[in-house]
């Protein structure tokens, strides 16, 4: 098993790919965070799981206070499963909203003798 954690200080206000499970490799995400950077106002933001075409919310047009941060609620116990290829997509409605999540990857190899 391998830990990642990967951190967006600015996401885009439009849709953009932030991690993407390397091929042969499964990957459990156990933290997921976003916070709004800014010293004032609210910012909206959106983040999904997207695998082959079909998005599935991680939470949507979530609004987060100036100075505050989203916790999902995911740990070791309570994860999503990613497949490979499947692909963590983000944006929100300024560039003052930030992200950070991590993810345990586990190679995934089927083999047939």
């Known amino acids: 098993m391998k830990a990642r954690t990967i951190l967006v200080p600015a996401v885009t206000t439009s849709s953009a790919t932030y991690y993407t499970v390397p091929t042969n490799t499964r990957a459990k995400l156990i933290m997921f965070n976003a916070a709004n950077t800014a010293s004032s106002g609210a910012t909206v933001a959106n983040a999904s799981v997207s695998v082959g075409g079909t998005v599935t919310p991680i939470f949507k047009s979530l609004s987060i206070a100036f100075s505050s941060v989203f916790n999902v609620g995911l740990s070791s116990e309570s994860y999503i499963i ?4 499947s692909l963590i997509v983000a944006h929100s409605d300024n560039v003052s909203t930030s992200l950070i999540f991590t993810v345990e990857e586990v190679p995934f ?5």
Do not use: D, K
């Open 82 to 85: 990613l497949e490979a290829g």
């Open 109 to 113: 190899i089927v083999s047939t003798n």
